[in-house]
Structures are given as C-alpha cells and as structure tokens.
C-alpha cells in the first residue's frame, strides 16, 4: 500500500474488534510519531501506553464520541477500544504553539496503524483531569489528547460532501459516511483564488 493509499484508507474507528494489540506494535505506532516534523526539532511529546485491561473501562469513561450523531456512533459492548495512547506535552520544553507538532507526530501514528491493520479513532473530546487522576501524571506535563485504538470492526467511507455539508451520518446499513471537501473547491493555482 502506497503512503497516499494509506491516507485514503484511513478512517475514525469507532467499533472494535477485541483482540489484543501486542505491545511491539503499539510501541511501533509511537516510534513513527517520535520522527515527525518538530518545530525546532524541539519534540516536546511524551506518549503513554494504556494496555493494562484495568483501565480500559475507567479511560473509557473519559471519553466521547461522534458529537454530529450521538449516541449513534458510541463503541457499544463488546466493541470498545482495546488500546489507547495519550499525547503529553512536556511543558518543560514547550509550554505553547505544540498544535501543529502534536498534528504531525499522530497523523504519523494513525497512517502506521492502518499499515499495521488497526483501527484509530483521535480524541480531543476527554475529561482530562480525570486521566491526569487515573494515570497519576505529573504536573508538568498536558494532556493533549488521546488515541483509541484496536482492530477495525466497521469499514466507514469517505465521500465528497454534497449541499456544503460536512456532516457524517450513518446510513440504513448502519455504515458511517465521511463526507470531505471537493479538491476542486480548496485547492488554488497561483493568483486564482475565489
Ligand atoms: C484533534 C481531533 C480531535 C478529535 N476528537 C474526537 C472526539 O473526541 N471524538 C470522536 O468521536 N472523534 C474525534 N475526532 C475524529 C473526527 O471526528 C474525525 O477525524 C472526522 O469526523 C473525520 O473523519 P475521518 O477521521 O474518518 O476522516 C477528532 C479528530 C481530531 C483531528
């Protein structure tokens, strides 16, 4: 698979399957982040491995889901992650501006996923005093955000979006549609903006 059709392939995963990810994989995923563009090489983030089966429930509890459709798009039993790695921030390196190397570094890890055959959904939705609290984190780090993971158990699509509307939904088959801008409508040659 080349690294565009990764791209493509790609998609939030909100139904998994539940067999474990060995641990070389999941650590895999954050040795491909670790080499992303930093912003003056600085590499301020720290990743956190949430694997122990104790805590999957409790972090779980941290999170929400699919806002455009809720509940409709909830991991159900039986179909929750089985994984998760949390994003730190280092404030120690970096207090501010850490966006844009956090953007590089997961989408790093999410396309290595979908190399590895598994399935991600990216949270910025989650009560993060309340994994500060589970983990016992130190102060000096933020939390950023946190990724679920686990083996696909839905096949979502992405389509152009119709009528401006860059809503998801869910069909009558239950499959989740992923509506993205037209390439024609973003992108520009030189001085033809509109
Ligand atoms: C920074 C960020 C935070 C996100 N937070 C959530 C979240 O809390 N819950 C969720 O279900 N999806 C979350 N998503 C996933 C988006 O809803 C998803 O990327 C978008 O609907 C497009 O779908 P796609 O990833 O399949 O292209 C987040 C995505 C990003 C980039």
Sequence with gaps: MSIF???????????????????????????????????????????VIINDEKLLEPIFKTTAWAGYIRPAADPQEGQKPVAYILILVDSEIKKEGYDVDAGAAVENLLLTAVEEGL???WLGAIDRKKIKELLNIPDKYIIHTLVALGYPGENPVIEDEKDNSIRYYKDENNVLHVPKRKLEDIVFFNNKIV
Excluded: M
């Design 119 to 121: 399935g991600t959904a």
């Design 5 to 47: 059709q990764t791209i493509f392939k790609r998609r939030t995963i909100r139904s998994f399957k539940q067999d474990a990810i060995q641990p070389e994989k999941l650590k895999k995923l954050v040795d491909a982040a670790r080499v992303a563009p930093q912003a003056a090489n600085l590499q301020p983030l720290k990743y």
